[in-house]
């Protein structure tokens, strides 16, 4: 068996887990789109004011911060710092070759925090809240690094 295959149980797991944050991130950036439509504004360059076939009557303060569309648009800043590394940490712990059971805690342990970590962005918790579902995903990640780092040494 090779280790980057879906004969190997742990990839599975990343190929899921790397699936769902792929899809959280281009989500987000459509419920940023999603919110700038619906609200006609939080657009974010000066030449998103020029006349066009969804912006047919431009104003200057459809360029304000509107929360409804940059708390969207932080969620998905927020997702492209940190699921990047977990995706390359990931794959690297996956050609460590991990038992199932850690592999299995700590890719899905990551999915969850950040998923957990959107609904609380989304429902205005506070920082306290949504820093402890980032520290979790990001000791998950941290973990995985370590793990890489400590077997092949």
């Known amino acids: 068996m090779t280790l980057l295959s879906t004969e190997n149980p742990v990839f599975v797991s990343y190929m899921i887990a790397g699936a769902i944050m792929v899809l959280k991130i281009m989500g987000q950036g459509w419920m940023t789109v999603y919110r700038m439509l619906r609200s006609n ?5 000066p030449e998103d004011l020029q006349v066009g076939l969804i912006n047919k009557n431009p104003h200057p303060e459809q360029l304000e911060i509107n929360d409804y569309v940059d708390r969207s648009r932080r969620m998905h800043r927020n997702d492209l710092e940190n699921i990047p590394a977990f995706l390359a940490c990931g794959l690297l712990f996956v050609a460590a070759d991990p038992s199932y059971v850690l592999a299995n805690i700590l890719l899905y342990g990551f999915v969850g925090a950040r998923l957990a970590h959107a609904v609380a ?33």
Not at 41 to 45: E, K, P, Y
């Open 121 to 153: 962005y989304a429902t205005k918790q506070t920082h306290e809240v949504r820093a402890t579902f980032y520290t979790i995903g990001s000791f998950a990640v941290i973990a995985m690094a370590v793990y890489v780092i400590t077997t092949v040494i």
């Open 41 to 45: 504004s939080g657009l974010a360059s």
